[in-house]
């Protein structure tokens, strides 16, 4: 402890026990149960054909829903930080309504408005596309939770990349094009890889916004985070530890994932300082 | 911000157009549109059903029950942020690094996974289970219990708008302050928070609006009792099941008021924070340009 400044032994004391209390003695309990669980019926319970039906869906939903953000998300950070336009402070604010905006809430707005007789599900009901009570439906309620993340993470980058290299590779005759992958893409890479990484994370770990649209079926829209809490109210503790501790296995690596991305992203930008 | 005179990539009126058209387009689709389905659907069956659908007995019940949650967890979150912040940010030690990754872990948990984690602390087969039934003191299926996890919930939110701010602040005021003899907390009261006071109460807001909008914890550890443990989210599922659409909608208004309410207290913050910043530009130290995390 090196400061001159006093409360280190204060304010780690507190700091510590209120993570211990609230955070770690959960996790760890968790942890414990999962390892009562036994290895042999561990394997039987994640590999039963419908925990295995219901990760299929959740992570195969979590990636579309993250292709969708990484597209929209880079297209918003360019478009606020690149375009001077009448209402780019709104639409900077209206990107924050996903996170504010509580899951539940956001699961019944989208459940009616792509209900049979909804706004969105009407017409797309006359061409014969069914999204509430689907697995579109869980892609939709995964993506609009998730939305924030990449631009969240590319907007800072963008706004201090230097017009100098673009510039250079203008002159010489670059493509707009050829500018876009060559040049700026690299550099903001990182950035956009930890955003996509993030609502990845988020997307698999959502529970509210997806237990509203999703019908949740068996084999068909059920997502992990609710067979989960299905086994709770069977009172199946073991397979729900053994579920909850794989959900947590996931976090921890796309944790790992993103520090690992941000200690690269950090490295090349003390090399190019 | 583009800047004037120089032509950067995609400036060119095509570009432009393409680009913008199709992110207003996206965006009013799936933000706007959401947004204003829940007000239409709540007001679908006229004004005075909205105001009856408000005024019942088991939603008046769930409001007190969610402000009741967010009176607790705001006020100790913002206390455990400030702890936090003034510890990783005034000293180094080893294990500063572990330690922040340990403040924000609960951002990285699905809230159904910490749900489950404190039915094993606290429910009857939990780590403490047969000690609290020893004594007869109920957590689970309770209000402590929805207390409890949503402070997990939302402890990560004021110290993670803090603690990049007081990262780039640096601890030259709070040594002077050392040097001219003042104590611990007088630098906390008259230094340091003044210079984060804006993060702080963004923070704070952030956190209620969690708090007040958390699901999936909540349904796992509070066994969803009517009129007893259902907080507002709880009680539009229960609502949107009993197939009362309008009541859950109505509900629903609450929350979404809640969220558009800190959203504007961002936009006035930010207003004031950028003056501030503006003020005191020419004093900032160089190399302060921290990776400040969006939200």
Redesign the interface.
């Known amino acids: 402890m090196f400061s001159v400044i006093p409360g280190f032994r204060l304010s780690l004391g507190i700091t510590l026990t209120y993570l211990g209390l609230i955070v770690l003695l959960p996790i760890a309990a968790l942890i414990l149960q999962a390892a009562d669980v036994g290895f042999a019926r561990y394997i039987t319970i994640i590999t039963s054909p419908r925990t295995l039906a219901s990760f299929q869906i959740t992570i195969g939903a979590a990636a579309v829903a993250t292709v969708f953000n990484a597209l929209y998300g880079l297209m918003l950070a360019w478009v606020l930080v690149r375009y001077e336009f009448p209402g780019r402070r709104f639409l900077d604010t209206l990107v924050d309504v996903p996170f504010a905006l509580p899951t539940a809430v956001a699961g019944l707005a989208l459940t009616a408005l792509f209900a049979k007789n909804g706004w969105f599900g009407a017409p797309l009901e006359a061409w014969g596309i069914q999204v509430a009570y689907a697995p579109a439906g869980i892609v939709c309620a995964m993506a609009f939770t998730s939305i924030p993340f990449v631009v969240r993470t590319v907007q800072p980058v963008l706004e201090d990349l230097s017009a100098d290299l673009e510039e250079a590779a203008t002159t010489l005759g670059a493509s707009e094009l050829r500018v876009f992958c060559t040049v700026i893409m690299p550099a903001i890479f990182p950035a956009f890889l930890a955003g996509a990484s993030l609502a990845f994370a988020r997307s698999l770990g959502e529970f509210g916004a997806v237990v509203f649209i999703a019908g949740n079926q068996p084999f068909r829209t059920e997502i992990v985070a609710l067979l989960t809490f299905i086994r709770l109210e069977e009172y199946d503790y073991a397979a729900a530890a053994a579920i909850a501790a794989t959900m947590l296995g996931f976090a921890f690596l796309m944790l790992l994932t993103v520090n690992l991305i941000q200690a690269w992203h950090q490295r090349r930008a003390i090399r190019e300082d | ?3 004037p005179g ?1 032509r ?5 009126a095509a ?2 157009r393409v ?2 058209g ?3 387009l ?2 009013a ?7 204003a ?2 007000f239409s ?1 709540a007001l679908s069956r006229g004004l005075a059903v909205y105001g009856q659908s408000l005024l019942r007995p088991d939603t008046l019940h769930a409001v007190w029950l969610t402000l009741f949650t967010a009176l607790i967890c705001v006020p100790v979150n913002v ?2 942020g400030i ?2 912040a ?2 990783v940010t ?4 080893p294990g500063r690094g572990l ?1 922040l ?3 924000e ?2 951002f ?7 749900g ?6 606290y429910g009857a ?3 403490l289970g047969p000690v609290l039934q020893a004594y007869d003191i109920k957590i689970m299926f309770a209000v402590p219990g929805i207390v ?1 996890a949503s ?2 919930v939302t ?1 990560p939110f004021v110290a993670r708008e803090i603690i990049p701010l007081m990262m780039a602040q640096g ?1 030259e005021e ?2 002077a302050a ?2 001219l003899g003042a ?2 907390w007088r ?2 009261r008259t230094v340091t928070l003044p210079n984060v006071r804006f993060a702080l109460l963004y923070g704070a807001a ?1 956190c209620n ?1 969690r708090v ?5 914890a909540v ?2 550890v509070s066994g969803n009792i009517r009129g007893q443990t259902s907080t507002l ?2 009680q ?2 229960l609502l ?1 099941q009993d197939a009362q ?1 309008t009541a ?2 109505a509900a ?1 208004t609450i ?2 008021a809640v ?2 309410l ?2 504007v207290a ?2 006035i913050i930010e207003r004031f924070d950028t003056e501030r910043e503006r003020l005191t530009a020419s004093e900032a130290a160089p190399g302060s ?1 921290s ?5």
């Open positions: 911000m583009a800047e120089r950067r990539v995609g400036d060119g570009t432009r680009l913008l199709t992110v207003l996206i965006t689709f799936a933000v706007l549109a959401p947004l389905v829940i659907q206390g455990f702890a936090a003034w510890t005034k000293f180094t030690f330690l990754a340990l403040i872990l609960p990285s948990i699905s809230p159904i996974v910490a489950v984690a404190y039915l094993f602390v087969q939990g780590l409890l402070l997990f402890s601890r709070e040594e050392v040097t104590s611990g630098i906390l952030l609006a007040m909008g958390e699901f999936g349904s796992v989210p709880l539009i599922e949107y659409a859950a909608f629903a929350l979404a969220a558009l800190t959203l961002k936009l340009t990776l400040r995390p969006g939200h």
